[in-house]
């Protein structure tokens, strides 16, 4: 006579699960082991999102919210971003102020977690965890290094990568103020000789502008090679901020570059 299986609960599961070390499982992972329909494990996980035991920053894909985390609802974005990343197949890395923040150079703390993919995607809500996914041409040849978190390990951005992004995608950083004030917390971890592989990921006017800014905010010892690169590869003069009309500008020879802005770094 065959024993009828002894069901599970959904809290139990999830506390197999976060006991192995495990945090993060989709809809379908929870209604296999519970062993009953879509509906019935929905309604179970449903449950246990209304007492903060779960969240799910993505359709059908739910973090377990440990006790150090319930007051948040949710995991921190590190501590999720790359498994999800990884079960819906996208390479991805973090960047911008996420990036500067991990290097030690973000100046004020940023309030949404910044995700750089190859295609479009939408923004990511989980309570107050907010994540901004934002498409980046040559993603895979931008360099990255891994930092560990407490749920795995995490891609982002190298400095000179970081710096890189920073002046390309300044409207995603506060602009060209926020940006040249990073840049002057993070010149000191910039390699010079990374920092031209890094440029190569993106258009020669990043590079231009990249260099005046550095040049601007003390780190001029990190421009050589760049520069180097800028007269080699630049074939015409770049605006500093393509959305200025240039009035009162002046021009930067070393960067092929028409200084139509005043930036301020905040030191």
């Known amino acids: 006579m065959k024993t009828k299986k002894k069901r599970i609960r959904a809290r139990d599961y999830i506390a197999d699960l976060a006991a192995a070390g495990r945090y993060h499982f989709c809809s379908g992972e929870a209604r296999e082991a519970l062993g009953v ?21 993505a359709r059908g894909f739910y973090v377990i919210v ?60 989980c309570g107050p965890v907010h994540v901004a996914f934002i498409t980046r041409k040559r993603l895979g040849e931008v360099p990255v290094q891994r930092f560990n978190t407490p749920r795995g390990v995490i891609d ?9 992004d920073l002046v390309g995608y300044h409207h995603h950083a506060g602009g060209l103020d926020q940006v040249a004030t990073i840049l002057s917390e993070l010149a000191e971890r910039i390699d010079s000789r990374k920092l031209v592989a890094a440029a190569k990921t993106a258009p020669v006017t990043w590079a231009q502008r990249l260099g005046y800014l550095l040049e601007r905010v003390g780190g001029g010892q990190t421009v050589g ?27 930067a020879a070393d960067w092929n570059l028409i200084v139509n802005a005043d930036v301020e770094a905040e030191l």
């Open 37 to 57: 329909s879509a509906d019935a494990a929905r309604l179970a996980l449903n449950r246990l999102a209304r007492q903060h035991l779960v969240a799910t920053p």
């Open 66 to 125: 440990p006790p150090e985390y319930r007051s948040l609802g949710c995991l921190p974005a590190d501590q999720f971003i790359p498994e999800l990343m990884g079960r819906l197949n996208l390479s991805y890395y973090a960047g911008l102020l996420t990036a500067a923040q991990y290097h030690g150079a973000a100046h004020h703390r940023p309030q949404e977690f910044q995700v750089f993919l190859s295609t479009a995607r939408r923004f990511l809500e």
């Open 156 to 164: 982002v951005s190298t400095p000179e990568a970081t710096a890189v």
């Open 225 to 251: 090679a760049l520069k180097r690169y800028v007269e080699q590869a630049s074939r015409r003069s770049a605006l500093l901020l393509n959305e200025s009309p240039g009035q009162g500008s002046h021009r």
